[in-house]
């Protein structure tokens, strides 16, 4: 499988879509962090939000979760190339989240091959071949696997919608999700994700539409 597989017109539609309805709201929320930051370093002190009163007062509950991610005791995580996400799924651990951040260095090679890589572990087919002859395949019972997308605070460069470099957490996400979730819903899994380094709800919301508009 190439890149051009994951990147198909569809999908990259997909990926403006995502970027046009969102990349405004990430440049607004990069610039409150800055104006935060900045009363902070100036003296003011921690504290929540008195609009969110409500929620923290309020008696509610979140919606139930799958039994497949309801036990995360056992956890790995890495990069996502080829021979780390065949031996993190084969590891025994109970969940695999592959890493677009912190331990992938987000080169393009390894950003769009991670992408192929996750689809074919998806699939089932992916195995590598090691030079000294040796072949990693899945074995049949493997980790659930969870993607980590890359922070709001980071673009694609690679990447241009109306001009300006996109989001990376959209474009992993939207890569991810586009290539990847019927097949996992189809057999009674699903996409799964883990949002890094949001610093406030208002950021979170927006993690939240996004995901909204994914499943529309």
């Known amino acids: 499988m190439h890149v051009e597989d994951v990147l198909t017109p569809d999908a990259v539609a997909f990926l403006t879509d995502?970027?046009?309805?969102?990349?405004?709201?990430?440049?607004?929320?990069?610039?409150?962090?800055?104006?935060?930051?900045?009363?902070?370093?100036?003296?003011?002190?921690?504290?929540?939000?008195?609009?969110?009163?409500?929620v923290r007062d309020g008696d509610w509950r979140i919606?139930?979760?799958?039994d497949e991610i309801a036990d995360r005791r056992v956890e790995i995580t890495g990069p996502v190339d080829r021979k780390m996400i065949v031996n993190a799924l084969n590891s025994g651990a109970n969940v695999f989240m592959a890493d677009f951040e912190d331990s992938n260095s987000p080169t393009w090679r390894n950003v769009a091959e991670g992408q192929v890589n996750l689809r074919d572990a998806v699939e089932g087919t992916i195995e590598y071949a090691a030079p000294d002859g040796r072949r990693y395949r899945l074995k049949d019972r493997t980790a659930v696997l969870m993607v980590r997308p890359r922070?709001?605070?980071?673009?694609?460069?690679?990447?241009?919608?109306?001009?300006k470099p996109a989001t990376a957490a959209l474009w992993d996400f939207g890569v991810y999700l586009w290539n990847n979730a019927a097949r996992l819903l189809a057999r009674g899994s699903g996409p799964y994700f883990y949002c890094p380094k949001l610093e406030s709800h208002l950021e979170a919301r927006v993690w939240n539409e996004a995901f909204s508009a994914g499943e529309e």
């Open 151 to 163: 922070g709001w605070h980071l673009l694609e460069k690679h990447v241009l919608v109306d001009g």
């Open 18 to 54: 995502l970027e046009r309805a969102f990349g405004d709201r990430r440049r607004e929320l990069l610039a409150r962090r800055a104006d935060r930051l900045g009363r902070l370093t100036a003296g003011e002190l921690p504290d929540v939000p008195a609009e969110t009163a409500g």
């Open 63 to 66: 919606a139930p979760f799958p």
